[in-house]
């Protein structure tokens, strides 16, 4: 059974940095991608980044340039480096990843940008 775990979450202040993980088991990890996605308080969530099994990356344009997704297969775990986060980027983080066309989600780690 898929198990995701975020954590890395907290109060950060505009321009700060935080590093959120995504530990994860009950699949073979270097043969998936997986993703972060972000709800913001009242909104959809929506897609940041995704890594792929080779290590592709692609990011939504709101957070180009700021956050870098990376994994590190042989722990099992997903990384997001967020920097120079503003106010706009507070929002419930979500890891997720497909597999036989289910997705599997963690329960998210809270990130708040504010001073």
């Known amino acids: 059974q898929v198990q995701l775990v975020e954590s890395g979450g907290g109060l950060v202040q505009p321009g700060g940095s935080l590093r959120l993980s995504c530990a994860a088991s009950g699949s073979i990890f270097s043969d998936y991608a997986f993703h972060w996605y972000r709800q913001p308080p009242g909104n959809q969530r929506e897609r940041v980044a995704l890594?792929?099994?080779?290590?592709?990356?692609n990011y939504a344009d709101s957070v180009k340039g700021r956050f870098a997704i990376s994994r590190d297969n042989a722990k099992n775990t997903v990384y997001l480096q967020m920097t120079n986060l503003k106010p706009e980027d507070t929002a419930v983080y979500y890891c997720?990843?497909?597999?036989?066309?289910?997705?599997?989600w963690g329960k998210g780690t809270l990130v708040t940008v504010s001073s």
């Open positions: 890594i792929s099994s080779s290590g592709s990356t």
């Open positions: 997720k990843q497909r597999m036989s066309g289910v997705d599997y």
